[in-house]
Structure formats: C-alpha cells, structure tokens
C-alpha cells in the first residue's frame, strides 16, 4: 500500500515536472518573440530617426547655398511701407525684413528638430519600459527553472534513499514531507504564473 502511495506520488510529480518544463518553454517561446518585436520596432525607429535628420541636414546645406548665391529676397528689392503714403523702404531696412524672415525660418527649423527629439525620448523611453518587463520574465522564468531542478533532485534523492524495510511511521513522515515541498512548490508556481499574466 505504501509502495502504491509512493509510486503515485512520483507519478504526479514527474507530471508536475512535465508540466511546468512545457510551460517554462512556451514562456521562454513568447519572451522571445517579444524581444524580436521589440528590437525589430527599435530599429525602424531608428532608421526613421536617422533618415530625417539626414534629410533635415541636406535641405539646411540647399537652402544655405540658395542663400549664398541669391542674397536678395524673391521680393521688389524696393516697396511701399503700408499706410505710409507711398514711402519706400530701404536698403538697410530691407535687411532687417531679410534677417528677420531667415531667424523665423530658422526657429521653424529648430522646432521641428525639437519635435523630433521629443519623439526619439518617448519611443526610447516606452522600450526601456519594455525591456525591464522582459528582463523581469526572465528572472521569474530563471526562479521556474530552480524549482523544476529542485523537484527532480527531491525525485531523485526519493529513489535512491526509500529502503523497503523503512517503519510505516517514517514512511508516512517521508510522504507528509514530500506531500508538504510538492505543495508549497505548486503554489510557488502558481503564485509566479499570476503575476507573469498581471505583468
């Protein structure tokens, strides 16, 4: 009866461990597609990043030259001051209307380049984000892993030291002790799987 009681009880651990080296695979299979889709997501990013800056940089070095070889604006070098009567700006007044529309078109230039850092710090941020959740999956799948070992060394250290001449009384004390380590290690087990779904 107590032969039965034992073989039982290592029937239903070695499906416990069964059981939980499938689901350390199958986590270990979705940790691993959602790092691929992360990393994959980070390097699009970054070629997009990249390409606007390149872009941004090629049409600052056009317009630079523009300027360089048509200092004028497209313009009547000469116009009227509005309400003025007909009065005519001039050359150094001209200048300023020039400077100023080149500082707004700068401050243009140096919003959409703040936009875009903005952008690159939000992203970066949300994949930090993800990577510490990653790396919080693989530490409770790394804790999954020292319970199975832990069970199959408790299984192994059951076959080699159960003499068929034990007492009834510490036989049944052997199966309370391993009845007790098989329990608390399923509720550890349940305990991590429910916070991996929460996570």
């Given amino acids: 009866m107590n032969g039965q009681l034992l073989l039982n009880e290592l029937q239903k ?8 080296h499938k689901a ?24 997009l990043v990249e390409g606007y800056r390149k872009a941004m940089k090629e049409t600052q070095k056009a317009f630079a030259e523009y300027r360089a070889r048509c ?65 919080s999956f693989n530490d409770r799948l790394m804790a999954m892993e020292n319970q199975v070992k832990h069970l199959k060394e408790v299984k192994a250290k059951s076959k080699v030291s159960d003499p068929p001449e034990c007492a009834p009384t510490s036989e049944a004390q052997t199966a309370e002790a391993q009845t007790a380590e098989t329990q608390t290690a399923e509720a550890q087990t349940a305990e991590t799987h429910a916070e991996t779904q929460t996570a």
């Fill in 71 to 135: 200092p004028q604006a497209d313009e009547p070098l000469y116009k009227d001051v509005p309400g003025s009567g007909g009065l005519v700006l001039s050359v150094t007044e001209l200048e300023k209307e020039r400077l100023k529309k080149e500082e707004e078109e700068r401050a243009k230039m140096r919003e959409v380049e703040r936009k875009f850092g903005d952008v690159e710090l939000t992203y970066m941020g949300e994949l930090e984000s993800h990577m510490i959740v990653i790396e």
């Fill in 13 to 20: 651990r070695d499906d416990e461990i069964d059981r939980l």
């Fill in 24 to 47: 350390k695979i199958e986590e270990s299979q979705r940790r691993q597609m959602e790092l691929y889709r992360l990393e994959k997501e980070l390097y699009m990013m970054q070629s």
